[in-house]
């Protein structure tokens, strides 16, 4: 059994895809609050999943499943709803859950940002201003006197390559912005807001903490395993101009406390020593390889199935993923995002059918499991999603749950795949 009795089998979520009660004690909209008109069917995440009411319903879920851990996020703007002002009830709101989760045996996995900027926020400059990093580290610093009593594992901030560039550059994700001018001026204050924050985790967290970053990272998958296609694929990974805008600009100063070409100037030697504070994991969210629809012929020619969302399946991408990120940053890896989208739907029978996830569960465990039959260290494995929820600008077509969501009666229904993904689990962990 190659799994270590430490290993963190869990799913995931966020805040901001399942919590609804967007208005609701003291919480302030955040920048996806304000987002319906830009997001498929005018679908909202007002309501979404209704966790907020219902945690302890879907903790029992998690518990009937088995699963000994929990990634979820803490809402900014449910914290601090106006600049300098902490909202108790938000606060009270997560020891609530953490307490719940605990209470279950399941460990909490807190991630302190995952894009729901407070929409108060995001009017004095979002990430372009520094004054934000500093109200960021403040919000930071009450939910871990708050929770850090019970929360051993933290997630600074959740796939910064997308929450950058997506909605600051490309302007497809909220606040969608267009200011490409200022890219390296966001990433700078992401990056600094990071580092300092891994410091006042190190400063004040009450149990000793386990600190990462979860990236939104991927790689190309070689076309053969000998040296040079090796070789290749690293190279393109980390040093073609997209690999370096996927990972290196994001990764490096993080990881090897440099910058990449595309920062050279822009960070300095006492920035790199902030951004560089020592991590204890790196956090890869790995969905699909890197840049697939310029791939070889020979790679077009597999014909991988695609999900709803038209991503290629192709699990060898997170073996390659964990592999060259530890030999590059010389960490342990945990895979903090993993799953994919389907149209689910509940059956005559009354249960969510989904042999495509119960296989892609196979195919991906079967790769990282490859991994740590290999000697890489692996910290653990958070599926996305354990609910159904809102995904983002393409609202709530795509269901990567492993529990299905009836979003008008809110009624769950555990899917095949879950049942699938809880006997994993323990086949994984017996012995």
């Not at 498929?40 to 879920?61: F, G, K, Q, S």
Request: proline share 6%.
């Amino acid at each position: 059994m190659p799994f270590p009795k430490d290993f963190l089998w869990g799913a995931a979520t966020s805040a901001v895809q399942i919590e609804g009660a967007w208005q609701e004690d003291g919480k302030a909209p955040s920048i996806w609050d304000v987002a319906a008109h830009r997001i498929l069917n005018r679908d909202n995440c007002h309501v979404t999943c209704d966790h907020y009411h219902r945690y302890r319903e879907d903790i029992a879920l998690m518990k009937e499943l088995g699963l000994p851990s929990y990634r979820f996020s803490v809402s900014w703007p449910r914290i601090m709803p106006e600049p300098g002002r902490i909202n108790e009830a938000g606060l009270a709101f997560y020891r609530d859950l953490v307490t719940e989760l605990t209470s279950a045996g399941i460990e909490p996995v807190v991630t302190l940002y995952h894009w729901d900027l407070p929409l108060w926020a995001e009017e004095i400059g979002g990430w372009r201003s520094a004054e934000v990093t500093d109200w960021f580290l403040e919000y930071a610093k009450h939910v871990i006197d708050a929770l850090s009593d019970r929360v051993r594992c933290w997630i600074t901030l959740n796939e910064p390559q997308v929450f950058i560039m997506q909605a600051y550059v490309q302007g497809a994700f909220a606040p969608f912005q267009h200011k490409i001018s200022k890219t390296r001026t966001y990433v700078h204050n992401m990056l600094l807001a990071h580092g300092k924050c891994v410091s006042l985790l190190r400063e004040r967290a009450k149990l000793p903490p386990a600190v990462g970053i979860a990236m939104a990272a991927s790689v190309y998958v070689p076309e053969t395993e000998d040296p040079d296609s090796l070789a290749r694929a690293e190279k393109r990974s980390f040093h073609s101009l997209f690999g370096e805008i996927q990972n290196a600009m994001y990764s490096d100063p993080i990881f090897l406390g440099r910058a990449s070409r595309l920062m050279n100037g822009k960070l300095k030697e006492e920035d790199l020593a902030i951004i560089s504070a020592p991590l204890d994991f790196i956090g890869v969210n790995v969905y699909r390889p890197l840049n697939p629809w310029f791939r070889p012929i020979s790679y077009r020619r597999e014909k991988h199935p695609r999900t709803l969302m038209k991503w290629p399946v192709d699990p060898r991408c997170l073996y390659w993923t964990i592999r060259l990120f530890h030999e590059r940053y010389h960490l342990p890896v945990m895979v903090t995002e993993n799953g994919m989208a389907s149209a689910d739907t509940v059956s005559e029978d009354g249960r969510v059918h989904d042999p495509e996830r119960c296989a892609f569960l196979d195919g991906f465990i079967g790769q990282m499991e490859r991994a740590v039959e290999e000697g890489i260290p692996v910290k653990g494995y958070m599926h996305w999603a354990l609910l159904d929820n809102l995904e983002w600008c393409w609202g709530f077509k795509p269901r990567f749950g492993l529990i299905h969501v009836d979003f008008e009666t809110q009624k769950r229904t555990v899917k095949d795949s879950g049942y699938h993904y809880a006997e994993l689990i323990r086949e994984k962990t017996r012995g």
